[in-house]
């Protein structure tokens, strides 16, 4: 495992750090997920996206109910930001916010359906993911919660009729149905950060996608459609194969 660990090289000592922290977890020391967060951590995630959601209905970015318009018809996103200069980045543009409606308007964040019970996760996603997240802590001084992990089949059907905007994975073609992926989010002043138009956040997620590469995962914010808090753990085999899900998922 550890000739295999896909080292991001950096000049920054912190990145140093981290990498050879990343090295001796991954062969060393096992890690206990942590507590379940209180719920009234979610119920106020909650409230904010719904609230959220409500502001942007009232100006008119989507619909309350369902319609029958053609993806075509629908506004296209913005052009990718470039991530490459934080110091740089303008985080006031209109895009910051279009990935975080998007999830919420496609039903990638839902918080009351979502299953985040890490035994359901394949036990070494869950060992690279909670590496990842050590680190973010001790380095960076970024506490992280986990949004989403497993996703059952039929979640993952229900989101692919939503349309490629949403998705283009379907049954058994996402890697959460093999527990090997996983959506997380910051934790500040005892409250989940998800929206990457804050600069602290959008720092995060961007040293949050060097860490996570570190540790052998592929991180969705390299993605044309970018989905920043998603990580997973790739397997040659095992898209498109049901009965290799009750095998990781029970490992």
């Given amino acids: 495992m550890h000739n295999s660990l896909e080292v991001y090289h950096a000049q920054d000592d912190s990145l140093n750090t981290a990498n050879s922290q990343i090295s001796q977890l991954l062969v060393g020391e096992r890690l206990r997920p942590p507590p379940a967060p209180p719920a009234e951590l979610f119920a106020e995630l909650e409230a904010e996206i719904a609230s959220y959601q409500a502001t942007q209905t009232d100006e008119g970015y989507w619909p309350e109910v369902a319609t029958d318009a053609s993806p075509v018809q629908r506004p296209l996103m913005l052009p ?52 990842v997240y050590k680190v973010m802590s001790d380095q960076y001084g970024y506490d992280m919660v986990l949004l989403e992990g497993y996703r059952s089949p039929g979640r993952q059907a229900r989101l692919l009729k939503k349309g490629p905007n949403v998705t283009k994975a379907g049954s058994y073609k996402s890697y959460h149905q093999f527990g090997l992926a996983g959506d997380s989010a910051f934790i500040r002043n005892g409250k989940i950060v998800i929206t990457e138009k804050d600069p602290w956040a959008m720092q995060g997620y961007q040293l949050y996608g060097k860490v996570a590469k570190s540790a052998g995962l592929v991180w969705g914010g390299d993605w044309r459609m970018m989905d920043l808090g998603h990580v997973e753990l790739r397997k040659k085999g095992v898209l498109g194969r049901p009965q290799m899900a009750e095998i990781l998922t029970s490992q």
């Fill in 80 to 131: 990718e930001p470039d991530l490459s200069d934080l110091n740089t980045q303008d985080h006031s543009t209109g895009y910051s916010g279009d990935i975080l409606a998007s999830h919420i308007s496609n039903g990638h964040i839902n918080i009351r359906n979502a299953d985040r019970n890490w035994n359901k996760m394949n036990s070494e996603f869950v060992q690279r993911l909670l590496t």
